[in-house]
């Protein structure tokens, strides 16, 4: 081919993430009871209510006291009282006097320590006793201030953060029994082709079951959106605009599979030259996952997904779970870790590859990481038992047994 009719070069992964993320945002927010937490993304800030602890408490179980009054072993104070977790002593603790104290129990006024109780010899547990210190004690010791953890008006968690069992804790703590998070984003998800049947629909000769669209709803649920099925739009032009403009409630984002090829049997691409629709870019240097497409349908984004199962899954991994992230008011990069190749790797061409693979840890610990011999893009079997992604960049040279490459694990949900 003469120079100057060379092909255009293909877009790459990183300029082709950076174009469908390019606007994405949140719609709305909600209340949310922190029990249903789990996962939502906080659309606002969560500011303490309470100091954590309140006031100051115990660490340990003991005797309140003031430790000047006790300085040489031997020292001897007088039980006045008790303080128990939530059974606080009201009074004020004065000059050779001590309060029974137990861990997490409010220290009582005037006192200024906690004598650990294996460090006393003490008549009996009752008030008027007499408690011989045989340990002195530090100034201070075993008290947790007011305020230790928090203070009262702290912001604890930002705007931005997805929810986990802990941070549910931690806004349970600061006095909290709802948040204030960004609504689930509502994501089509639409399959084409003449050839696809519904699961359960037995598959006559030459149809396939479209496993896309499964995978695809739960992927979306695992990324907490809400899946909106689309249906199966068959290879006529339009047909994919009719399904998609006939979403029975409104979305954020339209996922397609399949037809975005060349063929003569595939519309995507055309259907997205029509009044009320935009064509971003098409086809990225990327393997599996070369036909991807991004586009509008009345201001709807639309991620154009290639059919091949694994294209579709892996690209899935790569923009759509991050789509999802924006358009829930959070972020998603991915988490890359180095590991040790157990094969060797032929030198990689222009498009960015993600290969297939298993990772296991040797016996002390490190990555190792094994491609599947067969990277066809149609084998969801070999994709379902993957836990891993090799990522290699264009032109990456070739590898040994034993070289460092870089990886992507695979959530074990996605
Ligand atoms: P296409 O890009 O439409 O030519 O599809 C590429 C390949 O993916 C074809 O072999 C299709 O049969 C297959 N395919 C397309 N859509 C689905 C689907 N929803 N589920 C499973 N396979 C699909
Ligand atoms: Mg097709």
């Not at 695992?222 to 099925?229: E, F, Q, T």
């Not at 979305?251 to 975005?260: E, I, P, R, W």
């Not at 991004?294 to 779970?321: H, K, Q, T």
């Amino acid at each position: 081919m003469p120079r100057d009719r060379q092909p255009k070069p293909l877009l790459p992964v990183e300029d082709a993430l950076a174009r469908i993320l390019d606007g994405l945002a949140p719609h709305g927010s909600e209340r949310c009871a922190l029990v249903d937490a789990m996962g939502r993304v906080l659309a606002s800030d969560v500011a303490s209510r309470l100091s954590l602890p309140p006031e100051a408490v115990s660490a340990m179980d003991g005797y309140a006291a003031r430790a000047d009054d006790c300085r040489t072993a031997g020292d001897i104070l007088t039980r006045i009282g008790e303080s128990a977790a939530g059974r606080p002593w009201d009074g004020s603790l004065g000059a050779g006097e001590t309060v029974r104290i137990f861990t997490g129990a409010v220290v009582p006024a005037g006192a200024d320590c906690i004598i650990l109780q294996e460090d006393v010899d003490a008549v009996s547990e009752d008030d008027g006793t007499a408690v011989t210190v045989n340990e002195a004690p530090r100034d201070g010791q075993f008290i947790r201030p007011a305020g230790l953890d928090v203070t009262a008006g702290d912001v604890v968690l930002t705007a931005g953060t997805v929810m986990s069992a802990r941070l549910i804790s931690l806004a349970t703590s600061a006095g909290h029994t709802e948040v204030s998070v960004w609504r689930r984003p509502h994501i089509g998800v639409l399959s084409t082709g003449d050839e696809l049947v519904l699961p359960g629909d037995e598959p006559a000769r030459g149809q396939i079951i479209s496993s896309n669209a499964t995978y695809l709803a739960a992927f979306v649920r695992a990324c907490g959106a809400v899946p909106v099925d689309l249906g199966i739009a068959r290879d006529r032009a339009g047909a994919m605009l009719e399904q998609v403009r006939a979403a029975p409630v409104p979305l954020d984002m339209v996922v397609t599979t399949g037809g975005a090829s060349v063929g003569t049997h595939d519309h995507l691409v055309s259907d997205l030259k029509g009044a009320g629709t935009e064509l971003g870019f098409w086809k990225i240097a990327m393997r599996p996952g070369k036909p991807l497409l991004n586009g509008r349908i009345d201001d709807v984004p639309l991620l154009g997904l290639p059919g091949n199962p694994v294209s579709s899954a892996v690209c899935a991994n790569i923009f759509l779970r991050p789509a999802i992230a924006r358009l829930s008011g959070g972020e998603h990069h991915p988490q890359m870790i180095a590991a040790k190749l157990t094969a060797e790797l032929r030198e990689n061409d222009q498009r960015q590859d993600y290969l297939r693979s298993r990772l296991v840890y040797d016996e002390s610990g490190r990555p190792t990481v094994t491609p599947a011999r067969k990277q066809d893009s149609s084998m969801i079997s070999i994709y379902a038992h993957a836990d891993a992604l090799i990522v290699r960049p264009p032109f990456d040279p070739a590898k040994s047994t034993g070289d460092e490459v870089l990886v992507m694990r695979l959530d074990p949900l996605m």
